[in-house]
T-cell receptor, first 117, second 112 residues
Framework: GEEVAQTPKHLVRGEGQKAKLYCAPI?????VFWYQQVLKNEFKFLIS????????ETGMPKERFSAKCLPNSPCSLEIQATKLEDSAVYFC???????????????FGNGTRLTVT | DQQVKQNSPSLSVQEGRISILNCDYT??????FLWYKKYPAEGPTFLIS?????DKNEDGRFTVFLNKSAKHLSLHIVPSQPGDSAVYFC???????????FGQGTTLQVKP
């Protein structure tokens, strides 16, 4: 599609439950990024993929968080045993190639708001 | 430690006047800079970018200025319109991984 599609829009989980978020990148974009927006405005980079391969995972928490991008499937971000501090909006973005000199900046989806109660 | 700083949380301007949003960064190795605009309940939308080989880039009502010696960039919107009311984020491209480092955002309100 022409937009990055994120589902669900809202997700409510009790503390300790699993949360799974999905992202369909723009067709033809081979790079996918996940960001976490906690509080009002701070974006934290989590992980990126080049096709189905992890490209950069320097922002991923060591525990409880995992992500995949499998062929012919939406990408996913999974949080095992959610904690209150995981409450945030999670944004997915895609690009043809977002590197230096790019003319293809990241295109963001509208996010999934995760609320952990 | 915040590598990209937008020190003004909010800005209010009158319709038709100029809006100037500012951004400072700490690492002189950063060489590609972007501005994103965000409406509530939506994802950030790319607005304009600039490479470090330039000091100005213009696109319609939007102009980005880069001062490498001061490690400072600014976004000028002129004339400002009520539809420009949104949160504006500056971002820098980190290395060659495509990862963006964002500032904290500035909420712009353009009053009719």
């Amino acid at each position: 599609g022409e937009e990055v599609a994120q589902t669900p829009k809202h997700l409510v989980r009790g503390e300790g439950q699993k949360a799974k978020l999905y992202c369909a990148p723009i067709k033809g974009h081979s790079y996918v990024f996940w960001y976490q927006q906690v509080l009002k405005n701070e974006f934290k980079f989590l992980i990126s993929f080049q096709n189905e391969n992890v490209f950069d995972e320097t922002g991923m928490p060591k525990e409880r968080f995992s992500a995949k991008c499998l062929p012919n499937s939406p990408c996913s971000l999974e949080i095992q045993a959610t904690k209150l501090e995981d409450s945030a909006v999670y944004f997915c973005a895609s690009s043809q190639w977002p590197g230096q000199g790019t003319r293809s900046p990241l295109h963001f989806g509208n996010g999934t708001r995760l609320t952990v109660t | 430690d915040q590598q990209v700083k937008q020190n003004s949380p909010s800005l209010s301007v009158q319709e038709g006047r100029i809006s100037i949003l500012n951004c400072d960064y700490t690492n002189s190795m950063f060489d590609y800079f972007l501005w994103y605009k965000k409406y509530p309940a939506e994802g950030p939308t790319f607005l304009i970018s600039i490479s470090s080989i330039k000091d100005k880039n213009e696109d319609g009502r939007f102009t980005v200025f880069l001062n490498k010696s001061a490690k400072h960039l600014s976004l000028h919107i002129v004339p400002s319109q009520p539809g420009d009311s949104a949160v504006y984020f500056c971002a820098v491209l980190s290395g060659n991984t495509g990862k963006l480092i964002f500032g904290q955002g500035t909420t712009l309100q353009v009053k009719p």
